[in-house]
C-alpha cells in the first residue's frame, strides 16, 4: 500500500478556508485516495474519496493533480465543530486491503 | 442500513486481569472486520483483521487475541492484561463504496489498565 505523508498540526480561525495536502508518491493506477476524520474519544470517519481532478461533497473538496502524487483535502469556512485530526489514506479500488494503514494524521485546530 | 456496535464504552482493568471487547455488526454479511489500537494521540494501529468466521490474521504480536464465533461478531481477548494494553480500541468493517473500499469505525473502547 502507497504511504502518505501530512503534516502532523495545522492552525487555522473559523470562517477560514483550510487546505491539508498529503503525498503519495507511490500510489498505484487502481489506488484511490481517502480522507477520514476523527473527533475525540471517536472513530473515524469518511469524508471524501477520490481518483483524479475534483471531487466535492457536502462537507469538503478534493483536489488530485494529473500526476495523483499528492492530494489536498479543502475544507471551507471551517468553525470550531471542524477541529479534529484528518487522514489521509491510499486504498485499491475493489476492496480486500486487509491493512488500510492510518498514520497519525494531522491535528487541525481551529479557534475562535 | 449498516450499524456496528461496541461494548462497553470504558472500561477499566488491574494488571493481569482478562480482558473481553465484542463488536457486532448489523445490516450486512460477511463483512470484513478490524481492530485497532489508539494510544493517547498517537495514530490508529491495526491489530488483527478477519475475513470471515473463525478466520483471525494478527498484525501485530502481543498478548492479545481475536475470534470471530459468528459472521457479524469480533471478539477481542487477553488473558492477562499489560499496562502498556491501555488506549482506544476500535472495530471496523469494511463497505465498498462507489469506487474504493472504506472503513466503517464503532464508537470505541477506551481501556485504562492499572
Known amino acids: 500500500l502507497a504511504k502518505t505523508t501530512q503534516p502532523i498540526s495545522m492552525d487555522s480561525y473559523e470562517g477560514q478556508e483550510v487546505n491539508i495536502t498529503c503525498s503519495h508518491n507511490?500510489?498505484?493506477?487502481?489506488?484511490?485516495i481517502t480522507w477520514y476524520q476523527q473527533f475525540p474519544s471517536q472513530g473515524p470517519r469518511f469524508i471524501i474519496q477520490?481518483?483524479?481532478t475534483k471531487v466535492t461533497n457536502e462537507v469538503a473538496s478534493l483536489f488530485i493533480p494529473a500526476d495523483r502524487k499528492s492530494s489536498t483535502l479543502s475544507l471551507p469556512r471551517v468553525s470550531l465543530s471542524d477541529t479534529a485530526v484528518y487522514y489521509c489514506?491510499?486504498?485499491?479500488?475493489?476492496?480486500?486491503?486487509?491493512?488500510?494503514?492510518f498514520g497519525t494524521g494531522t491535528l487541525l485546530a481551529v479557534q475562535p | 442500513s449498516q450499524t456496528i456496535h461496541q461494548w462497553p464504552a470504558t472500561l477499566v482493568q488491574p494488571v493481569g486481569s482478562p480482558l473481553s471487547l465484542e463488536c457486532t455488526v448489523e445490516g450486512t454479511s460477511n463483512p470484513n472486520l478490524y481492530w485497532y489500537r489508539q494510544a493517547a494521540g498517537r495514530g490508529l494501529q491495526l491489530l488483527f483483521y478477519?475475513?470471515?468466521?473463525?478466520?483471525i490474521s494478527s498484525e501485530v504480536p502481543q498478548n492479545l487475541s481475536a475470534s470471530r464465533p459468528q459472521d457479524r461478531q469480533f471478539i477481542l481477548s487477553s488473558k492477562k492484561l499489560l499496562l502498556s494494553d491501555s488506549g482506544f480500541y476500535l472495530c471496523a468493517w469494511t463497505g465498498i463504496r462507489r469506487n474504493g473500499e472504506t472503513q466503517y469505525f464503532g464508537p470505541g473502547t477506551r481501556l485504562l489498565v492499572l
Open positions: 489514506l491510499v486504498v485499491p479500488y475493489g476492496g480486500a486491503t486487509n491493512k488500510l494503514i
Open positions: 477520490g481518483y483524479k
Open positions: 507511490n500510489i498505484a493506477t487502481n489506488d484511490y
Open positions: 478477519s475475513v470471515g468466521i473463525g478466520q
